[in-house]
């Protein structure tokens, strides 16, 4: 579900679609709590606050900027709040609050990317198990491991014509069993 949608949730009352939105930005708003406060309980007590607060001003969000700026505008607003009445104000710039919020994206962005592969690698693997052996072999020999059409040849006894459509074979029937899940990821994903 995307993150429009799930604010809409939210503002109709959906506690589950706000836990959603507090469980992705929960690390980001806790980090720059803790890069401006520096007291982990302090940074910890002020980025529950932060998500009070977008809770009880979520029906007067608009969706006429992305959530996570809206949310990070609050933060920044609470943690100078917070300083202030702590006695240490420190002036927060918008230079520092972008640098923070692009490598905080970064971060979270390589995260995904990482979990993304890693699911897709299981996926493939998993399919790959599936496959019957003389299929599975050949792909696991040439896609997985590496191996070239000659090598292939002489360590399966097969002719280069048999090794070639075999693994033509084994990589369409991949492609058939994988199409319905890549395929939800909106492209075409080459083997």
């Given amino acids: 579900m995307d993150e429009k949608q799930l604010v809409r949730l939210a503002q109709d009352g959906s506690q589950a679609a706000f836990e959603e939105l507090v469980t992705k930005y929960q690390s980001k708003v806790f980090s720059m709590a803790m890069s401006f406060i520096r007291n982990r309980e302090a940074a910890d007590d002020a980025a529950q606050e932060v998500f009070l607060k977008a809770y009880l001003a979520l029906p007067k969000f608009h969706l006429k900027s992305e959530f996570g700026t809206w949310l990070y505008r609050i933060a920044i607003n609470h943690i100078k709040d917070v300083l202030r009445k702590r006695g240490r104000a420190r002036e927060v710039s918008l230079d520092d609050v972008r640098k923070l919020s692009i490598a905080d994206e970064n971060a979270l962005e390589k995260a995904e990317a990482e979990r993304e592969t890693e699911a897709r690698k299981n996926l493939v693997q998993g399919f790959v198990q599936g496959?019957?052996?003389?299929?599975?072999?050949?792909?696991?020999?040439?896609?997985?491991?590496?191996?070239?059409?000659?090598?292939?040849?002489?360590?399966?006894?097969?002719?280069?014509?048999?090794?070639?459509?075999?693994?033509?074979?084994?990589?369409?029937?991949?492609?058939?069993?994988?199409?319905?899940?890549?395929?939800?990821?909106?492209?075409?994903?080459?083997?």
């Fill in 131 to 191: 496959l019957p052996e003389k299929y599975r072999v050949i792909v696991t020999l040439r896609d997985i491991q590496g191996l070239p059409y000659e090598e292939l040849s002489q360590v399966l006894h097969l002719s280069p014509g048999t090794v070639d459509s075999r693994l033509h074979r084994a990589r369409r029937m991949l492609r058939t069993k994988l199409a319905p899940h890549l395929g939800q990821e909106g492209g075409s994903h080459e083997m």
